[in-house]
């Protein structure tokens, strides 16, 4: 469990920093559990693209078309990331999810009172990685974050 002195850490990253922390613990989830598929690789490049969108309508129009919850619910049995997904723990594809909320959270939920919205779902992913013993990243350097873009090396997951 997160104790309260690292969930207001948390309530002061920035909402784009938020999203490269939870994309960053998602990476590592994959990389403990030995998961590599090219659409996968796909999927976390869009992810990022909030990082660097100026327009993060268009990235939430985008990202739709990868999130598990729009992929399997409908369910077209001729779409390979729905076959990707299925095959995948339930826990990565809930984490895929929870970081994809982080950003959309923001663009449907506001900003005020240290966005819920958008901590709540990293909130999930920080759990799950504890739960399943993930390294977490440092959170050092995702404070008041400079991301713009897909992270320099020091940042992605080994």
Same mark, same amino acid.
């Given at each position: 469990? !997160?104790? /309260?002195?690292?969930?207001? &850490?948390? %309530?002061?990253?920035? &909402? ?7 994309? *960053?613990?998602?990476?590592?989830? $994959? $990389? ?5 598929? @090219?659409?996968?690789?796909? +999927?976390? /490049? ?18 739709? %078309? ?5 992929? !399997?619910?409908? #369910?077209?049995?001729? #779409? ?7 095959? $995948? ?6 984490? &895929? *999810? @929870? ?23 990293? $909130?999930? +992913? ?6 399943? %013993? ?13 991301? /713009? ?7 992605? *997951? %080994?």
């Amino acid at each position: 469990m !997160l104790d /309260s002195f690292s969930v207001n &850490i948390l %309530k002061e990253i920035s &909402i784009r920093g938020r999203l490269a922390y939870g994309v *960053s613990c998602l990476q590592n989830a $994959l $990389l403990h559990f030995g998961i590599q598929y @090219d659409l996968l690789e796909s +999927v976390l /490049s869009q992810i990022w693209e909030f990082t660097s969108s100026k327009n993060l309508e268009e990235w939430d129009q985008s990202i739709n %078309k990868v999130d598990p919850i729009c992929i !399997l619910e409908e #369910d077209k049995p001729t #779409d390979p990331l729905l076959l990707v997904y299925q095959a $995948l723990p339930f826990e990565i594809v809930s984490m &895929i *999810s @929870d970081v994809i909320e982080i950003g959309a959270g923001n663009l449907y939920g506001g900003t005020a009172d240290h966005s819920p919205f958008s901590l709540n779902p990293l $909130l999930r +992913v920080i759990e799950k990685c504890i739960t399943l %013993k993930i390294r977490l990243p440092e959170l050092d350097s995702f404070k008041k974050s400079p991301f /713009s873009g897909i992270p320099p090396t020091e940042h992605r *997951s %080994k």
